[in-house]
């Protein structure tokens, strides 16, 4: 039997080359190899207060995006984290086995305090009871994560293994922290720094049309160049070459590297062929990404088969515990 693997989409903002390369692949191979459940998690967002006018959209372009992207709906389980009403009830029966002390721990629910200290609401609070329920709602063996993650799987292990203890059962599997490949990639940004982010305002998303990705690329930080031969690029060169690898031929990544190391480098050559690569690559992704944007009679039929499905694993996994609790019907 396939094991069961379940990852969170965060409804914020466009994805990027960087979500693209670093998870959204990899969901695309899992899909064959595993029972794959991937969710919109909205209520997961509501933590840091979306305006009501932008839920709803938010939550379709990340839909959008992720089918464009070649998430196929009708081979992994697809759904809106909000349409499983059973999440809401079993997150209520894991709250009970919680403790205040180890969730102010988190290194996460610190971070969200020092990041947001106006809004330090209930919900940062319990956010690892909430994310262990999404993955043991499936009794899911596997989810695919970062490093900054690897606590919250700690524990979703720890309360999967508490459930087990408390009620003298072997029910919940602990889930297991799993990355698909070896090596994570990660996916530089344009402006020097190391990694392409959301907020960091240094990302070319999947979405962009090929004058955005253009005047994104060729306002990439360089610097005045190389002045030794076979010298190491800095951060921000080696960042462009590195974009290049993921995007163009090999052989133009080694074309501008050897040109960097005989110092005959030209920054907006380099930058013309990188912004026209990666257009290539996008161009497609971004015209499914308007044409499924724009039928929302499909996208209601893609939430309603991915909750119809989810609803049925969540509904038989909750009908065990509240018998496993002492529930009984009258
Ligand atoms: P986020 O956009 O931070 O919610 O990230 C969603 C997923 O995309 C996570 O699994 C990240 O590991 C991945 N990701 C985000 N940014 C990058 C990046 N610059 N390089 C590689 N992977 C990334």
Redesign the pocket.
Known sequence: MKETVL?G??P??N?????Y????QNFIRMQHEYNCYFFVADWHSLTTHPHPGDLHGNVKTVLSEYLACGIDPEIATLYIQSDIKEIAELYLLMNMNSYIGELERTTSFKEKVRKQPDNVNAGLLTYPVLMTTDIIIHKANKV???KD?EQNIEMARRFARRFNTIYETDYFPEPEGFSFSKN??????LDGSG????SEGN?INLADDPKTIHKKVMGAVTDAGPTEMNQTPPEAIENLFQLMEVASEPETVVFFREQYAKCAIRYGDLKKQLSADITKLTEPIRERILEIQSDDAYLAKVVNMGAEKARISAAATLKDVREIIGFRTF
């Open positions: 990852s989409i965060r914020t903002g994805l990027h080359l960087g979500n390369y670093g998870a959204i695919p994560v970062g993650q994570l990639i990660k996916i530089p940004g990694k392409m982010g959301k990302a």
